[in-house]
Every structure is written in structure tokens, then in C-alpha cells.
């Protein structure tokens, strides 16, 4: 039965298929489960929840608004379409632009991304090269004065208050390009639907036609109808330990794999799950550790501030590969700590900034930390390898598209992103979704997978059980397991460990997980009871992946296996549902690539 002002499925799918883009619908779910053939209105009544929900019309939906979005909704909108971007933090604070961090600038990166383009195989070379050239016609890979132009760069003033350049041949240095977001905004054909996490895709008949999730400060329920997807939600490094306030990690808290998540358990293959990055930042006093806005770091860009627990230099300075290969370094520090032995009994080094100007980021904690009682110049402050990014994601083809039509990731890289990256694979993969949202627009759309959302996340809010757990319980006990499996150096003992505790907590503790109010306005225990789903997954995934590749490789260490072996393991494992299992094989891009090129 319909309520008067309800709206029923049947003059719902009319009003969509005639929905101009940027244009909402409110309606109730009563009203769209009595129309379903499937549901009764008994059901219906015993929905859970506010029941109702609003379907916003997108031409190109961009979840996430960080730079990979940003670089990609630029060409998007140059290209004619619409953009919306729905971000789960507010729009301008989130993501790692979100952050005021410091970020050097490099004019010459683009020769890497070519060098890649031409030879990798253990990244989307297909793609590399095609995002090279579509970037050369664009913008004739000026990539430096877009960043200069979109960013903070060059903040030093003199006492005229003109700027002193901090520029050598090759780079500046400034902050993350905050000011892109405002540019974006500024642009006629742009939404914005922020605090709002998406927790799925909507597929219809094995093609992306939109995303739902939940409106963070209301609980209510928002579907997008899209032409194309793209997905840019960062990296997750959730998965990694808890140190005093934080996982130990200095990226984005909100960044836990949702999206990711949401593909893998429709069906998409997730690869390079096994690979992370690691810096050093210090860990001490407790409560300002491993954040970037309160700690001190060395990383490849610093590594004679980085001490062993003898206070020894724990770097081989004189080893160019030190300064110029991130991933060696982290090798190098993997081994030097577990391997020899120079890591202090919390598994710790030191940090010690001595006479050395470092940069921006870490210069301004000086005096914050010097309000704790703390001189980084003078004293040995603990410092730890914590990640700062990670490389899951569902496999693209040469367009960027993912094995959802409709579905793209901007963020296709073995390591997670970068800056230099994004700029490549976001823009590319803009222009793709813009092609594939012109060409293959949505008509009418079943919104049958939405009320089964709706479902799953209200059941997870209104649930309840005997010897409960809470949400934060939960994900101590995922991130411990990710810790013992997922740093810089992985034995098998330990990753088995990781597993053992993994099922531990999807068999026993999931079920019983209950946050401790049931409310659905600002409820952060259920956005965290949500996000646990996906940061189990991913976790259990990248171990098992890393278990599968018996080599060492990019930034990790496997003790057992120490070597590269490019004859056995230059290829992706991809990830994928079977049944309730996971699967993992080897997997080309070349092959992907062919198939979907036919
Ligand atoms: C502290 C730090 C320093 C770094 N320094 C450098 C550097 O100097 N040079 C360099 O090249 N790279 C650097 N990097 C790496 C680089 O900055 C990042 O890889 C890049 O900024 C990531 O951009 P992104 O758009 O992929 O992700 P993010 O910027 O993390 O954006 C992801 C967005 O997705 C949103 N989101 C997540 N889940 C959902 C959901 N379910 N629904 C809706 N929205 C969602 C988040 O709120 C966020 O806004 C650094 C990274 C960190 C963390």
C-alpha cells in the first residue's frame, strides 16, 4: 500500500529515467518494498530505521574528492560532463590533501611514469602509456605549474614579504594541493555531497549504474544514480596496529577500503593487496605519535636522522639507493631491525633532527614538541616504520575501467598512489568515465540491491546479542593481526599468526559486534561497525597475498624469501569472492587488457 506523499517504485523509475542530473528524490522504502514483488508490506513495516532515502541523479559520480579525484574530475568537466563528487569527510578537510602537510614538488617525475609506461609489467604499462599520451596532447605534461598554481608552494617570505624560493633545478616544495578543491568548486558543472559514506555500488546486470551509503550527521540512506563511476576513496592503512591515540599510520582515518570492499564482494578481482610504503615517524610522547601534524619523521628524503638503538647511524648514507629508492630503504630498515638486530625491545629506532634543517612538516613540530618537554635536536626520540600507504585495489584494464562497466579507479599503482601518480591514472581515468558516461548513459535502473543495503547496514545499527563486543574491540583485535603480518618485514610464522587471529574475529567476534548506541545521528560506533566489515577483509586478503607471493619484493622483506624473483612473481595475485572463500591467482594486465579489447 502507498502512503499519501510516497512515492512508488513504478513513479520512481518514471521520475528517474526523467531526472535531470544534479536533481534528488525523496522517498520512503515502506513505499518501495510494497512495490516489490518480492517483499510484503509486513516486511516493509518492519524495516529498521527512518526508511527513507534520497536518490540524487549523477552524470559522472566521483567518490572521493583527494587529488586522484580532483585530477580526474578536471578533465571530466573539461570534457563536458557533470561531475558530483560524494566525499565521506567534509569537502576541503578530508582525504591527504585535507591535510596541511608539506610536499616537494618535482618538475622531472613524469620521466618515471614514461619509464614505466615503457617497460613494467608488474603495473598497468597499458595504461601508463595511454594516460602518457593523452596527458602529453593536454597538458604537454606541465605538471609543474598546474601543482604551483593548485597548491601551497613556496611559503617562505622575507622580511619584505617577498617569497624566497626554495627551488633547485628540479623542485619546490609548498603543501599538498589544497587550493584544487576550491578551483573545483568554483566550476558550474560540479556537486558536492559530503560526510556521506558510501558502504556499495548499485550493479545492475553486471554493469555500475550508481553508489549508496549513508549520510553521516542524519543516518539517512542516499542513493546516486550514475552514468559512470569513479572510484577514488585513497588507500587503507587502518589495517596497521594502534599505538596510543592512532593506527600506526600517519594517512587518512576515514580511507578503510570501503569501495574496495564493496567491488570485491560483487565479484571484482582486488590486486596488489600484499604491497604497502613505510616512513619513520617518531612515536614519542604518546598521543602526538605517528601523526604528521605532531611528530617528526626520517624517511628516504631523511635518512641521517634516522638512529639505531645504539644511536648509530642505522642508514649506509654513502648508498645512492638509499636516497633515491624508496623501497630499498624500506628493505634496508626491515632488515637492519629484525634481521640484525638494531632495533630498540619495542621494535622501535630513534629519530634525531641534530643541527639538520628539515623540512617544512617536520620543522614546525619543533617547538610543538619542545611544549612536551621533548628536543628533537638534542635527545633520541623512538621513532617507527608505520605505513603510510596501501596498495589494494580492483584490477583496471587499459581504459581504467575495473571488471564492473561503469566502474573506474583512478588509483591503480602497486605502492597506493602518490601525487605524481594520481595525476596521471586520475586524469586518464576522468577522461575514460567521461567517454564511457557519453556513450553508455543509464536508462532505467532496478533499485532492488538498494533496500538490501539498507537492510545490512540497519541490522548491523539495531542488532543486539549476549556478550556483546564493541565496534573499537573489534578493530584493535583486525589491526593487531594486521601488524604482526603487514610491516616492512613478514615471516610466514607470522603471517599464519595473522590469519589465525583474522578468523578469529570474523567467526567469533563480528557476529557479536553491537556499538553501544543505537541512534542513527552521528553514530560513530556504527560507522565503524559498517567500515569493520571492509577492514577485515582487506586485511585477510593483503595476508594471504603476501603469504601466496614467496619472493621479496617492492618495500617489504620476506624472511623466508628474500630475494626477488622476477621469473616467478612479475604478475599480480588478484583476489576474488568464491562462494564464501577467497581466491587468489596470478594475474596479467596484458591478458585483462586483451580480454576486454576482444
Ligand atoms: C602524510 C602523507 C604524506 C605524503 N607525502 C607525499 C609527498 O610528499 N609526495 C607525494 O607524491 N605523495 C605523498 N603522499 C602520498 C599521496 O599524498 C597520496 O597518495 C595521495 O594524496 C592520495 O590521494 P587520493 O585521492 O588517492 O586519496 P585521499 O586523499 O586519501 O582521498 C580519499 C578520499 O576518499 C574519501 N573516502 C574514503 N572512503 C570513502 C567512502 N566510503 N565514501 C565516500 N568517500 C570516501 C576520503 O574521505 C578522502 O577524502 C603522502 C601521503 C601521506 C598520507
Known sequence: MKKPGEISRRTFLKGMAAGAIGTAVHGTFAAFA?????????????????????????????????NNALFAADTAISEGRIVTFVDKGPYRQSGVTGMSWDYFLGQNHSVPIKALADTSVLENAEAYTRAWEFIDKKNKHNRFVYEVNHGQTLPDRDENGHYIPFLTEDRTQGQFLRRHKDFALVKSNVNVVDQTMITDILINDGRCVGAMGLHLPTGDFKIFRANA???????????YGWRGVSSVTNSVTDNTADLDMAAFRHGARIINSEFANYDVMSVYPEGLSTAFGAAVCGDAQEPQCILDKDGELLFDLNDERIWTDRSFFCRFMAEQIDVHGRGTENHTIYINLGNYEPRYGNARNIPLLAKFGVDVRSEMIEGEPEMFEHGGSPICDAKMMTDFP???????????????????????????????????????IDFSPALEEYKRLHEIRTRSCEDSVRPHE????????????????????????????????????????????????????????????????????????????????????????????????????????????????KATYEDFNKMREG
Not at 572510484?231 to 587503507?236: L, Q
Open 229 to 239: 563511476v569513479i572510484m577514488a576513496t585513497g588507500g587503507c592503512t587502518n589495517i
Open 34 to 66: 510494497d512495490d516489490t514483488a518480492s517483499s510484503t508490506s509486513a516486511e516493509s513495516s518492519a524495516l529498521p530505521g527512518s526508511q527513507s532515502y534520497d536518490i540524487i541523479n549523477c552524470d559522472v559520480l566521483i567518490i572521493g574528492s583527494g
Open 474 to 585: 573489534v578493530r584493535l583485535a583486525i589491526q593487531e593481526a594486521g601488524y604482526k603480518a603487514l610491516g616492512p618485514y613478514r615471516t610466514t610464522k607470522s603471517m599464519e599468526e595473522s590469519l589465525a587471529q583474522l578468523e578469529y574475529v570474523r567467526q567469533e567476534m563480528i557476529p557479536k559486534m553491537v556499538p553501544a548506541d543505537t541512534s542513527q545521528v552521528f553514530n560513530i560506533e556504527w560507522k565503524h561497525a559498517i567500515e569493520n566489515y571492509n577492514l577485515l577483509d582487506l586485511a585477510e586478503m593483503s595476508v594471504r597475498a603476501s603469504l601466496m607471493r614467496e619472493e621479496t619484493r617492492d618495500a617489504y622483506v620476506r624472511g623466508e624469501f628474500p630475494q626477488i624473483d622476477d621469473e616467478n612473481w612479475s604478475c599480480v595475485i588478484a583476489c576474488s569472492i568464491d562462494g564464501d572463500q577467497m581466491k587468489l591467482e
Open 406 to 444: 561503469g566502474l573506474f579507479c583512478g588509483r591503480n599503482y602497486r605502492s597506493g598512489s602518490g601525487i605524481m601518480n594520481n595525476y596521471y591514472t586520475g586524469t586518464y581515468a576522468g577522461h575514460c568515465a567521461a567517454e564511457y558516461a557519453k556513450n553508455n548513459p543509464v536508462s532505467e
